[in-house]
């Protein structure tokens, strides 16, 4: 688009002599403004990495002690995100930063904020501390007030954290497969986790839906900062989300 309104403008001063001159400006104007943006999106992507794992390591020890599972998990994130040798050591040093009695929670998360630019990667930052503490099987009262606190601070609410917890127990093994009408508690997480009610329409429930869908579309994501390791974890959300819409729909009978 620049190197196409600085032709024109070229040409308009300079008839073609300026075209050329105007077409060439705008290459260099455009390759500065695409490097100026990749640079954002490295740094979105950075502090991305650094603040998932200094808060993972808060929220592991909130309930006064790291379980194996944690940190397994943790080590699995590791893995799933495609970290280099160097940035698994970055990952760890963030995570043992976050575990100490003197880590400052809301100045990391509002570090995270800022460097975000908007709301899009909350949900998928939020949804992987919430699969870290929820390793043992549990998340314990310390670490569901400290997830509710991170939320807050993302400009989210009790809320969310709720669905996202629906959202997990919906999408478990062996939701998608079980025969017949689906057990009333994981069809109650599938409503909770889409934001519907049982009373919802079905034109709600599947506006609900896809609104869910487009938000959570991995290149949307990653066009807002989403570190490319991450891609995975994006994949997985849409994946429990359109298990948690199955459930619902077998249970409805949508056409």
């Known amino acids: 688009m620049l190197i ?41 992507r950075s502090q991305f990495l650094d603040s998932t794992f200094a808060v993972m390591g808060a929220l592991c020890k909130a309930d006064g002690v790291v379980t194996r599972d944690e940190i397994r998990v943790t080590e699995e994130i590791f893995v799933r ?13 963030a995570f043992n930063r976050g575990k100490a009695a003197d880590f400052d929670l ?18 998928i930052f939020l949804q992987v501390q919430l699969s870290a503490v929820a390793a043992d099987g549990e998340v314990h009262p310390a670490e569901r007030a400290m997830l509710v606190r991170v939320a807050r601070r993302l400009g989210m609410d009790e809320l969310e954290v709720a669905r996202l917890e629906a959202l997990l127990r ?27 009610s049982p009373q919802s329409t079905e034109a709600e429930i599947k506006r609900a839906y896809r609104k869910l869908m487009s938000e959570n579309h991995p290149d949307k994501l ?16 849409a994946r429990e989300i359109n298990v948690a819409y199955d459930l619902i729909r077998k249970a409805r009978q949508f056409a």
């Open 170 to 196: 919906a999408a478990a093994p062996g939701a998608a497969a079980a025969s017949g009408p689906p057990p009333k508690q994981r069809l109650d997480d599938a409503y909770a986790a889409l934001g519907v």
């Open 222 to 237: 990653a066009a807002k900062g989403l570190p490319e390791g991450m891609r995975q974890v994006a994949e997985e959300r």
């Open 81 to 93: 995100l495609h970290l280099s040798p160097e940035q698994k050591q970055a990952a760890r040093a």
């Open 4 to 44: 196409f309104i600085c032709a024109i403008v070229g040409f308009w001063l300079n008839g073609g002599s300026g075209l050329l001159l105007g077409a060439a400006i705008g290459l260099l104007l455009d390759r500065i403004v695409q490097a100026t943006v990749q640079r954002g999106l490295l740094a979105v």
């Open 106 to 123: 809301d100045a990391e998360v509002d570090r995270f904020v800022r460097s975000a630019r908007g709301g899009v990667l909350f949900p």
